[in-house]
């Protein structure tokens, strides 16, 4: 039997089933009628319960919404820096501000309830003392409290409070309080959709309404019903019991998170038991309709859905037969969009073969893209060649945009070569490079622009017609023909562009959104490969310069661990000493330390090394023959990025002919002093030879004059003789001023320096007292400003900065007041002091010449020898210092004097630490 035939026996149609189903349907439904009315009785009343505890939540939120704000707002205050300077009239000011803006007002009091300024009293008034219940708890938590209802002690209202802790540290100085009235909280009423005849009131702590939606001034103040306090002593809940009128209700609540106060709903017993009988009536009479409803749709529709789905059938089989099929027009849409479909179904299948084709060839090319891809991103990661990671960059990149040429052009910051920065052509892929660099550099066309500031992408379907083309001209004679363009800026992860990918096309519409974003993705990984590219070639850039380092150092190179202990590979300290690894090893090095100095050596490096200071010392080693040699050392310690130490980097330089030079020179000087003292002792005889003579000379003047009072010449012979006596005595002072000062100079020289420690500040105020009343005949201040403390000999001081300050006042400029001021700092293991004036200033050419003994240097106009800067100098270089100085004439001149912070020697050790 054919199947067709067995289904149409075993089967039946769409209407019998309808009429199956609504006869089926209506037993149901009845019954579900009865039950839904149980239900809907039981869900009504659970309802409008849920309602008066959603109500009460909603009340409690809103409650809790308005005391956070109030909460806040006083919180905000008590940090005003009024408070914490303790400036009342200055917080009485701004506490005014709030309650003119607020409509508050602000309350301080002291820990004990003492009001200290209450803006509704003029500031200074005498106030009250009043307490709120949760003053206590405020200074027992520092957080902020809000009280129940009070009568206020100045308004003797009902009122509310919010009391904040005003802090200073850990404790509480004040209590910052707002006391406001009940209508703002019987104000959050207003905003809640409150059904007629049902009761809601806020009750405090203690049991006291607070406000009351209906007969709001009757009940406040009074105590709530016992029922309700007794019954609502969780978070949130229902109860039953009586109303304040005495009427019997269903009651919700919430409690406030804030306050703790209690929000109450009361629905009374009628108007919930009304509403569940009219419910019950009309479900009652919606469930007889949709009886009758439901037979009667029963049959509608059964015709409606029979005709459409024999009309669809017939074409079902006329597209089985290969006939066309043209849609159905019907009261079914889903018969309709059914016969659509079948309708379509054979050109889909013919579209989707073509769509097959399509994509076999995307896949192709995609696969290509994808190998590109691959091999570029091998290329990246290894790569670390500048020169070939961007050719090989623009090559890739060039392939996977499709493109018919692509160029990388490299951004070349400003640097020694280029005061601007230019840009070079990094590679060219697909074309001759000269069709690029015959043009030179690129111009900053409204086109090129964007993408060397690095904003983005620019893409361009055709050029010739972009509105940011042509701005310079447009594309040059003999350029390579671009349609299609696409520029991407390659961006470093600091932001720093690094170079830019130009693409184009000799075809319009070349290069859409895919490319975009393919090519975009390359550039920011071609990004990070020319980053570590550049990096690795400044590595090598400073490996090389720190080879070359190594090999300019005039002395041997050696490292220690972050203990000080020597480790690893020395090759210079074995180069130099002969020790083989074993014995140098830890501090094995002290073995070729002189036996003299090894103590203070290791003593002085562990001190260094504990404290982490630059190491600075000198001592003799024997040198891999057996020869001592003098050495001056230098060790720096080298300290990481998390402020750990890694190693200590020190170098021994050999001063032996140094040390050599300087015995000879200081014994060279030592004779010279000898020399001038005994020069300047046999000076002192002749020279006073010369003068007995000369007053000898003087003496028998007037005898001579009366011998030849007869001669017509007498006048004439005695005014040359007066005068060449003068002249002859005034060459003798001269002589005899200077043989004192070679005198000084050279008992200076011999005089042995007692290190001591000065009060720089102290001995240079000393001085400057001294001189005084010079300095007041020329009006001139002398400035001494903060001066490091000094380890040398106190008369050498006194005489260098002395004969400094002396210079200083006796060559001020006429015509202004003078300002002498004397400043210092430390610098490493050395100070700097500076004397600076506003005098006449000294000539440049003249600036090296005021420091040689008898030259003098401007307007001869002041008594002096001209020793006293060469006098400075010789002091400033005994303590192991230098003196410089900077000056401009009718300005003033600045006097630069540096030396040791101490003696660079001491009885056991030469170290210093910077």
């Known amino acids: 039997m054919p199947l067709t035939a067995k289904l149409r026996r075993s089967s039946h149609t769409a209407r019998w089933h309808l009429a199956v189903f609504a006869m089926a349907l209506s037993l149901p439904v009845l019954t579900f009628v009865g039950y839904l009315l149980f239900q809907y009785t039981q869900s009504e009343r659970n309802r409008l319960e849920g309602r008066a505890a959603t109500l009460a939540n909603d009340v409690s939120v809103s409650v809790d919404r308005e005391l956070t704000g109030l909460a806040a707002g006083l919180d905000v205050l008590s940090l005003s820096q009024f ?8 917080f009485y000011a701004q506490a005014k501000q709030v309650e003119e803006r607020q409509g508050v007002i602000p309350v301080l009091r002291d820990v004990n309830g003492q009001q200290l300024v209450n803006t509704r009293l003029p500031f200074r008034q005498p106030l009250p003392v009043s307490h709120l219940s949760v003053d206590q708890k405020v200074l027992e938590t520092k957080k902020p409290q809000i009280s129940g209802l009070f009568i206020g002690a100045v308004t003797n209202a009902p009122l509310f409070g919010v009391v904040v802790p005003v802090l200073s540290g850990e404790r509480v100085i004040y209590l910052l309080s707002l006391s406001l009235p009940l209508d703002r909280i019987r104000a959050v009423f207003d905003d809640q959709d409150i059904p007629q005849g049902w009761a809601v009131a806020v009750v405090d702590r203690q049991g006291t309404i607070m406000a009351r939606n209906i007969r709001n001034d009757e009940f406040v103040g009074k105590s709530a019903t016992r029922d309700l306090i007794e019954h609502t002593d969780g978070p949130s809940g229902t109860w039953g019991g009586t109303s304040v009128e005495g009427e019997a209700v269903f009651g919700a609540y919430s409690r406030s998170r804030l306050s703790d106060w209690r929000i109450a709903v009361g629905v009374r017993r009628d108007l ?204 040059p004679a003999g350029h390579l023909p671009v349609r299609s363009y696409m520029a991407v800026p390659v961006i470093s992860r600091s932001a720093e562009t690094l170079g830019v990918l130009l693409f184009g096309h000799a075809e319009p519409g070349r290069f859409g959104e895919r490319e975009e974003r393919l090519i975009a993705g390359f550039a920011g990984q071609a990004s990070i490969a020319l980053d570590n590219a550049r990096l690795f070639r400044s590595v090598q850039l400073e490996q090389d310069r720190f080879r070359a380092a190594v090999a300019a150092v005039r002395g041997v190179l050696w490292t220690n661990d972050a203990e000080g202990r020597m480790r690893g590979e020395q090759p210079g300290w074995s180069a130099l000493t002969g020790q083989s690894r074993a014995e140098y090893q830890d501090y094995g090095w002290a073995n070729a330390v002189h036996p003299d100095d090894t103590e203070a050596s290791v003593a002085a490096w562990n001190e260094a090394v504990a404290k982490h200071k630059t190491f600075i010392f000198e001592h003799r080693v024997r040198r891999y023959d057996g020869v001592w040699r003098t050495f001056a050392i230098r060790a720096v310690p080298v300290i990481q990025a998390d402020g750990s130490l890694r190693e200590w980097v020190g170098v021994h330089t050999d001063i032996t002919e140094q040390r050599d030079a300087e015995a000879e020179l200081k014994e060279s000087n030592e004779e010279i002093q000898r020399y001038a003292y005994i020069v300047s002792h046999d000076l002192r005889a002749p020279l006073v030879n010369i003068m007995g003579f000369t007053s000898e000379l003087e003496a028998v003047r007037e005898g001579i004059m009366s011998e030849l009072a007869s001669s017509p010449k007498v006048d004439t012979i005695n005014r040359d003789l007066v005068e060449a006596i003068s002249f002859i005595k005034a060459a003798i002072n001269k002589m005899d001023s200077l043989i004192n000062a070679i005198l000084r100079l050279s008992r200076e020289g011999r005089r042995t320096f007692r290190p001591e420690n000065l009060d720089m500040k102290q001995t240079l105020q000393g001085l400057a007292d001294a001189q005084r009343h010079q300095a007041d005949a020329v009006e001139a201040e002398v400035i001494i400003g903060e001066l490091p403390m000094l380890v040398a000999d106190r008369l050498a001081v006194e005489q260098i900065f002395g004969n400094l300050i002396d210079n200083a006042i006796k060559y001020l400029a006429p ?56 006098h400075v100098r010789t002091l400033v270089r005994s303590l192991g210092g230098r003196i410089d100085l900077a000056s401009s004439l009718g300005i003033g001149t600045t006097f630069i004097i540096t030396m040791p912070q101490a003696p660079a020697r001491t009885s056991t050790a030469a170290l210093a630490a910077e």
């Open 272 to 475: 919930l038991n009304q509403s569940l009988t009219q419910s019950f009536w009309l479900l009652m009479t919606l469930g007889a309709a949709l009886l009758a409803l439901s037979t009667v749709l029963a049959a509608f529709f059964a015709r409606r859905i029979t005709q459409p789905m024999h009309a669809l059938s017939a074409r079902a089989a006329a597209l089985g037969r290969g006939e066309d099929v043209s849609p159905l027009e019907t009261t079914l849409r889903e018969a309709d969009e059914v016969s659509e479909v079948l309708a379509t179904a054979s050109s889909r299948m013919r579209q989707r073969a073509r769509e097959r084709d399509k994509a076999v060839s995307a896949l192709s090319e995609e696969t290509l893209r994808l190998d590109t891809l691959n091999r570029a991103g091998t290329t990246l990661s290894g790569e670390l060649d500048l020169e070939h990671l961007i050719e090989s960059i623009t090559t890739s990149a060039t392939r996977l945009s499709g493109a018919q040429y692509g160029a990388f052009f490299e951004r070349v910051p400003p640097g020694p070569l280029n005061e601007e920065e230019v840009w070079k052509l990094g590679s060219l892929s697909s074309a001759d490079p000269e069709a690029f660099t015959r043009f030179g550099l690129p111009r900053a066309t409204k086109l090129f622009a964007p993408s060397f500031r690095g904003e983005g992408v620019i893409r361009s379907d055709d050029v010739h017609l972009d509105p940011r083309y042509g701005s310079l001209g447009g594309m």
């Open 83 to 90: 408070l914490q300077e303790g400036d009342l009239e200055g």
């Open 815 to 870: 015509g202004r007041p003078g300002r002498i001021e004397i400043s210092g700092e430390q610098i490493g293991s050395r100070v700097r002091f500076g004397v600076r004036d506003n005098g006449r200033g000294i000539s440049p050419q003249d600036h090296a010449r005021v420091f040689e003994l008898f030259r003098r240097s401007g307007a001869q106009d002041k008594p002096g020898e001209g020793i006293g800067l060469a």
